[in-house]
Structures are given as C-alpha cells and as structure tokens.
C-alpha cells in the first residue's frame, strides 16, 4: 500500500492536532485527531476490501490479431476490463504492460473503472526485432482518497515475431497435384524445375511442363510420356555464424537473408551459432518446412553473447611453427623455453576451448561429404583464430566463405581492422565479402520475391 499526494496534508494535520492535544490537554483537539484517524482508518479498510476481492471481481480478457508475424508488421492487442464491485469510492486504473522494445500506438493508454464499467483497450504493436515478447498482463492500479495498491494482473499471452525464411514453401500454394505434394514429402531428388541430367521417363499427368513431353516416345506407346530430369545441385550450405556483440545484428539480418536464398533454391541448410568459447545453437542440415521453422525460430530468438574467458589467445599456426623452429635451435633454447611453452600452451587452449574451432569440428562430424561453409563473423575470434579454423575446414575438404561484419556508424579503427582482415584473406586465396560491400545500394539484401540479388 502506498500513499497518494492527497494523503500528506490530511496526516500532516492529524499529528499537528494531536501534538496540540498532548501540549494542552484539550479535549477538542482530541475529538478532532480521532475523527481524522477514523476517516484515515476507514479509507484504508475499503481500501483493502476491493483489492482483495479484485481476483472475484475484476474480469479481464486480452487477445492478439496476430499472435505470430514478421519483424516491422503490425498487429492488434485488445484488452477488455469488466469490474463488478459493489464498494463505491473506488477507483481501478487498468495499465498494459509491454515489452520496451515494442512500439505502441497509443502508447502505454489507460482505462479507468468504477463498479460496474466495462471499458475495452485497443493499441497497435509494431515489433521491429524478432524474439519473444510477453503481452496481455495489465498493471492493476486500485486507488482511494488516500491510499493506492499496485499489482500486475491478467494473463500472458506470447507474441512471436520471427524471420521470415522459406516463404516460398511455406505459403501454399493452390493447384498443386498430389503426386507434386508426395514428391516434395519425401524429398524426391528429381526437381521440378528442368535440370541438366536426364532422370527418366513417366506417363504425362496434369499439370507437366509442355516442353517435357517426349513426343518420339508417345507416338510409340500411345499416351503421352514426359521425360524427367535431376535438378542441379551445389553443395549443401552450413552457416557459421559469430555471436559476439561487435556486429550482432548485421550478422542475423546477413545470414538470414543468405539462408532464404539457399531455401528458395531448394539446398539443404544447416546452421551453427557459436561464441567466442562455445556452440549457442547447431542445426544439422536439412530442408522442408519443419526444418525451416527450426531455423527461423532459432534466428529469432538469438541474443549477442560476450563470454571472452575460458578461451586461449588468439595463436597463429605460424607462430606455432616459428616457436618449433627456435626448439630445433641449438642456441638460446633456455633464454626462449618460457617463450615456447607459452606459445604452445596458448595455442592448445585456442584450439580446444574456441567456439569457431568447436563449429568447425561439428560441421566435420556430421557431414562425410564436403559442404560450403559460409562464416558470418565480426573477428571475435581474431584473425589468426579465423585462419586456423578455415585451415581446419580445408583438412576435412569443406569450402569455406567469409562475410566480415561490422557494427553500425563510422568506426575508423574497426572499419581499419576489417579492411586489413580482408586483404589478408584474401591473400591465402578465401572467397571473402566485407561489410562494406553489403551496405552498397547494389549489394543489399532483396526479399521480394524470396531470393537475394548482389
């Protein structure tokens, strides 16, 4: 329970008298404190009558237009409050309470009850992160003359916000054959599309491609026959994507457009999120809609991770090598030998507690056939944490691909940094996109029609 502003005069007054009563002894300045504290009393007690009886009393229903939607989009949230109290004097101040990151209009409105009202609250929400936010609960205010009891009351509801991923496949579409339906459940690795190795041959069925029939063949059986071919395919994509707080957000809006191109060309897609000394997320690769699902939801609800310790320093495999060459030395092995197990020993540690090196690792074990890995990174990891890794994908024949990112706004020694990552990658022949180039008005990520254009 609290005090209202109306309440100081009123006990600044009630001891005022009874400091009066005590000094003179009169019997009016008694009357008159006790008639004060009476009123003071009964407040209260009505006070704490209604909140109590708020759980019988108060009725309140909260509903979302759309529970599930897309970053920027809107949806409706309706709060309906109904109190059927019968003590008067009292007045309840109805609240919603949301998520900071969620912009409202009107914002943060408030219904105000008296016994036997009914008022309705409707605000429009426009998310514009992906994540879980907690919608539905009310701030309660319950109000007196004097005093005012605050609670949170309702029921939460969920509202998901999530990257868009997959459209393509997960919009249905009408007109589509059972026999099209089958095909795409069980992962048929014959495309719809026309590839370029001849499959096979089949009877035409509603809906085939005009260009397919084999007319040499018809004429011969009688029926129309269509000729099938296996669609193309590329190697499946693993995305590597780096945690650290240094380009958190460019590295999701990055690798989320990415993998809808992937998708919408029908490869198999795998992800792992690793920071600077651990796996956060691993999805091994797949394709069809539950896994897109999968992967939507991870994305959207990642958060940056700065967890520096428990891994090494960021050792090269060339200073691992120099630090071998001084042991072959016959001369200053003593003056080097605190040098050389401290090289070694930072090494190891990189390489058994780094998050990227543990990705890397992951992506060998569950594929026996080589695969592109895309690493989306803001250099957590460093440089020559970044080359041995890639070094490692090399080992076990994966191609590996680089997109540095960057944090937003003008950062000379950051955009420096990068610059000088690039060039050196570049150096050792990687495939490497710098943040830079994806800022460029040519370069940016397209989602109109489920494929990205660069």
Not at 329 to 354: A, C, H, M, Q
Not at 415 to 426: P, S, T
């Amino acid at each position: 329970m609290e005090l209202k502003d109306s309440a100081l005069p009123m006990l600044a007054s009630a001891l005022a008298l009874l400091l009066l009563a005590l000094v003179t002894g009169s019997l009016l300045f008694y009357t008159v404190f006790t008639i004060i504290l009476v009123f003071i009393a009964s407040d209260a007690l009505s006070l704490l009558l209604a909140a109590s009886s708020l759980e019988r009393d108060l009725s309140l229903s909260s509903s979302l237009s759309r529970p599930v939607l897309s970053p920027g989009m809107r949806t409706i949230h309706m709060v309906t409050a109904s109190y059927s109290g019968k003590l008067s004097g009292i007045l309840l101040s109805v609240t919603p309470v949301l998520d900071d990151s969620l912009e409202a209009t009107p914002p943060g409105e408030t219904i105000k009850l008296r016994k036997g009202e009914e008022r309705t609250l409707s605000m429009d929400l426009f998310p514009l992160k992906p994540g879980d936010y907690t919608v539905g609960t009310v701030e309660v205010r319950v109000s007196s003359l004097l005093f005012a009891i605050t609670a949170v009351a309702g029921e939460a509801k969920v509202l998901r916000v999530r990257l868009s991923l997959g459209e393509h496949m997960l919009r249905p579409k009408p007109g589509l054959h059972d026999y099209q339906k089958n095909a795409a459940a069980g992962g048929s690795n014959v495309d719809k599309q026309r590839g370029s190795d001849f499959y096979g041959v089949r009877l035409y069925m509603p809906g085939d491609a005009i260009k397919n029939i084999d007319w040499a063949l018809s004429s011969r059986a009688g029926k129309l026959v269509v000729r099938e071919f296996e669609a193309d395919r590329t190697l499946p994509a693993y995305f590597l994507v780096d945690l650290s707080p240094r380009a958190f957000e460019s590295s999701i809006a990055i690798v989320s457009g990415l993998i809808d191109r992937e998708l919408y060309k029908g490869e198999k897609v795998g992800l792992i999120c690793f920071s600077r000394s651990e796996i956060v997320q691993h999805v091994r690769p797949g394709m069809g809609r539950e896994h897109i699902r999968r992967l939507s939801d991870v994305l959207s609800k990642l958060h940056a991770v700065d967890d520096r310790a428990g891994a090494g320093p960021c050792i090269s495999i060339s200073e691992v090598y120099d630090a071998g060459h001084a042991i072959q030395s016959e001369s200053g092995i003593d003056v080097l030998k605190p040098v050389i197990e401290e090289t070694f020993k930072g090494y190891l540690t990189n390489v058994r507690e780094d998050g990227f090196i543990k990705a890397i690792l992951s992506v060998a074990g569950d594929l026996k056939n080589p695969c592109d890995i895309r690493v989306v990174t803001g250099l957590s990891m460093g440089l020559p944490g970044l080359m041995n890794g890639l070094r490692l994908a090399r080992y076990h024949g994966h191609s590996a691909r680089v997109i540095l990112c960057g944090p937003p706004g003008p950062d000379h020694e950051r955009i420096m940094e990068l610059a000088y990552a690039e060039k050196k990658l570049r150096s050792y022949s990687i495939d490497v996109t710098s943040a830079h180039e994806w800022e460029k008005p040519e370069g940016r990520i397209r989602r109109g029609r489920g494929h990205i254009r660069r």
